[in-house]
C-alpha cells in the first residue's frame, strides 16, 4: 500500500476549507479567480476572458493557458502569489460569510445565546458564535441596560440586507423569545404535549401566555408554572426579573378564555358582541383596578391575547345605567297615554256639530 505525501498547499487547502467552512472547490475557484486578477495587472492583457488557469491541487503549481497554450511568464508564480494574496483573502471572506449566512438563514425563528461585543451607535453588536449579530433599537427591551461581554439569550428574527451588507438581526423585545424559553425551560413544551396557542406582550414590563394541552392528564399551566414556580421563574429571570409573566389556560368557550386573560381579575361577567367582536367585562369594583391594570396594561394585552375588543365596566356603574334606563321607560310609557286621551278628547270636540249663533259667524 502507497503512502500519499500531502504538500504544504494541500494541506493549507484543506485548513483553510475546514477553519472557514467552505468547500475546497470554492478555494480553489477563488485562487484562480486572483491570479487571473494579477496577470491581467501585470501583463495588461485584455482578453482575459480567453485566459484559463489551471492549479495543481496538491503541489499548489499554477499555469496560464490561452488557447490550450501555456503562456505562463517566468517567475509569475512568485509575482501572482504577491499580487493575488489580498484577493485571496478577500473572496475567502466572502464565501465565508455567504456560508455563515447560509447557516443562520436555516435558524431564523429560533433562540441562540450570545455575547454582547460592542456598540455601534444606537445597536448593540452581539457574537452568536460564528457569526456577529445586530440588535437594533427596536428590538431592544426599554427597561434592560446592557454591558460589554454581557451573556443573554436572543431571538434570531431574521437576515435583513443594509448598506454594510447582509447582517443577522437578533432580538430581546420579541415575543417568540418567550416561546423559545419556555422550549427550553418546559420538556412538556419541548416534545409538544403543551402547546402555547398565543402570546401577547409588552417587552420588560409584562406578557400574557395562553396554554393548550394536546394529550389527556397533563395540565398545560402546572406544567409551565413548575413546581413552586421555578419553571416559570427561571424564565422570568432572563429579564432580570422585571418582567412579570402571566399564564393562563387557552379555551374555545370566548367568555371564558376573556375572563382567564383579565386575570389576576376575578368574578368578571362577560356580554359578547359576535359581530363586532367585542366584549364588555362587568367587574366587581374591588377588582376593577386588577382588571383594566397600570395605564391599561392589562386588558390591552387580554385583548391582543384573546383577538376581542374588551370595555371594562364595573358592576355598580352597569347596574346604576341599568336603572336609569328603566326609570326612562317607565316615564315614557305613563306619559303616552295622557297624549292619546288628549287626542281624543280634542277629535270629540271638532267632532260636536254647530250652533246656530257659530254657523251665523261663520
Sequence with gaps: M????????????????????????????????????????????????????DINPDTGEAKVFKDKKDITPP????????????????????????????????????????????????????????????MPPQEQIPTERYYLNQRLTFYIDGIRESMRGDQIIVSRAHKNLIKGLFHREVPEVANGSVELREIAREAGHRTKLAVFSNQPGVDPVGSCVGQKGIRVQAVINEFGGLEKIDIIQWGEDPKLFIQSALAPAKDIEI?????????????????????????????????????WKIDIKSKSEEKAIRKADEEKSEEKKEEKPAKKVKKKSEKKEEEKPKTKKEAKSS
Design 271 to 307: 356580554i359578547l358582541n359576535e359581530k363586532k367582536k367585542s366584549a364588555i367585562a362587568l367587574v366587581p369594583d374591588d377588582q376593577l383596578s386588577l382588571a383594566i391594570g397600570k395605564e391599561g396594561q392589562n386588558v390591552r394585552l387580554a385583548g391582543k391575547l384573546t383577538g
Design 2 to 53: 502507497s503512502v500519499v505525501v500531502r504538500s504544504e498547499f494541500a494541506l493549507a487547502l484543506n485548513q483553510v476549507a475546514t477553519e472557514r467552512g467552505i468547500d475546497v472547490n470554492i478555494v480553489l475557484e477563488t485562487i484562480k479567480a486572483a491570479i487571473l486578477a494579477a496577470y491581467r495587472k501585470d501583463y495588461g492583457t485584455k482578453e482575459i476572458e480567453e485566459l484559463e488557469v
Design 75 to 134: 517567475g509569475f508564480g512568485r509575482i501572482a502569489a504577491q499580487t493575488a494574496k489580498q484577493v485571496i483573502l478577500q473572496r475567502i471572506r466572502e464565501a465565508e460569510k455567504k456560508a455563515v449566512l447560509e447557516e443562520f438563514s436555516g435558524k431564523v425563528g429560533t433562540t441562540t445565546n450570545g455575547m454582547i461585543l460592542r456598540f455601534d451607535g444606537p445597536n448593540v453588536i452581539v457574537d452568536i458564535g460564528k457569526a456577529e449579530a445586530v
